[in-house]
């Protein structure tokens, strides 16, 4: 598994989809694709892909793929429109995170959807954490927003 940040126009969201449904079956890979501005830190993603693999190779997954799995898992949602409202990429989204499940080189799937790395898009610092439903009360208890999402994905495995 890799999580990577990286900038890039979307300009056409169909045409980029299909693009990494090709991309995915031709290199025997699974891509999904973040708003990286929604994300906090790498752990989040590399969280959300180990339970949602795990959910596939126990046939306990919600989604019939394992990119929409880690999806649901990454959100903390049950319902694949809230996911992808709550951390989908749209058309002309720039900042990005995205996890690989598989190997690729980075430097051929960077070139193939024209895109540049930048991990630092990963980082939490300045993010909004009422994505996900965290106010300034839990903050204040000393957790920080990283470890509250965190927690979050672990309930909502718990409450499926």
């Known amino acids: 598994m ?3 940040g990286v900038r890039g126009a ?3 969201l169909d045409g980029f989809l299909k693009n990494v449904a090709k991309f995915e079956k031709t ?3 699974t891509l999904q694709f973040f708003r990286s501005d929604r ?3 790498l752990e989040h993603l590399a969280s959300a892909a180990e339970k949602a693999v795990r959910a596939v190779q126990n046939g306990t997954a919600m989604s019939k ?3 929409m799995e880690i999806m649901l898992y990454a959100a903390a949602e ?3 429109s ?3 409202r709550k951390l989908g990429i749209q058309q002309e989204t720039t900042e990005m995170a995205v996890v690989i499940i598989g190997y690729v080189p980075t430097d051929e799937f960077l070139r193939h959807f024209g895109l540049e790395r930048d991990d630092s898009l990963l980082e939490p610092d300045g993010k909004d954490p009422c994505v996900f439903g965290i106010g300034a009360d839990e903050t204040e208890t000393g957790a920080t ?3 509250l999402v965190l927690e979050r994905i672990a309930l909502s495995e718990i409450s499926r």
């Open 27 to 29: 290199h025997s890979v």
């Open 10 to 12: 979307v300009q056409d």
């Open 39 to 41: 994300i906090f830190g």
């Open 145 to 147: 927003v990283p470890e």
């Open 82 to 84: 809230e996911a992808l």
């Open 78 to 80: 049950r319902q694949t």
């Open 65 to 67: 793929t394992l990119a």
């Open 2 to 4: 890799t999580v990577i």
